[in-house]
């Protein structure tokens, strides 16, 4: 029987690369002499997420701006990062923003996902996997109409769809 999966993963590599080339231009920009300004990588686990190091809370906006510019010529999506965090302070006049990257489809999108494709009408089923949606059909075409659906309802998340078998 013909299906896919609905998931939501990141590009990491380029996700890394990104990171890389943000923080070899902040060493060598003017504006960022001798500051703490910098972008490391954190991983916990199966959590992954980006701490902005700054002097004060414009430097780490001037280091956001930098970080969605080297993203976007990656082609990475920026829906990835979840800059809604506050900036902490830190001793003296250092702050930082950790932003996680969402990885895999949370419980409440994937039944957003289930019930959008059950209220469509189309002749396929969803199920909930771990963290990815599987959808599955008796034809190709349903399939294909699924994931233009699910493009178009879900546009809060970069959705990717990976393992179509036939």
């Known amino acids: 029987m013909p299906s896919f999966d609905t998931v939501l993963e990141p590009n990491l590599v380029e996700l890394r ?10 060493g060598t920009r003017f504006d ?31 280091v956001r701006d930098l970080l969605n510019a080297k993203l976007s010529k990656r082609s990475v999506d920026l829906r990835f990062l979840d800059f809604s965090a506050k900036i902490e302070k830190m001793g003296g006049d250092k702050v930082k923003l950790t932003v996680p990257v969402k990885q895999g489809i949370d419980s409440e999108t994937a039944k957003k996902i289930q019930t959008f494709i059950k209220q469509s009408k189309l002749k396929v ?11 599955t059909g008796a034809k190709r075409d349903d399939l294909q109409a699924a994931m233009a659906l699910l493009r178009k309802e ?13």
């Open 154 to 166: 879900v546009a809060d998340v970069p959705l990717a769809f990976n393992n179509f078998r036939d």
């Open 32 to 62: 960022f002499k001798g500051s703490a300004a910098r972008i490391e990588s954190a991983e916990t686990g199966k959590d992954r997420s980006l701490v902005l190091h700054a002097d004060s809370d414009f430097q780490i906006a001037q």
């Open 17 to 26: 690369n990104a990171v890389d080339q943000s923080n070899k231009e902040i």
């Open 125 to 135: 089923q969803a199920s909930i996997q771990g963290d990815s949606v599987r959808v």
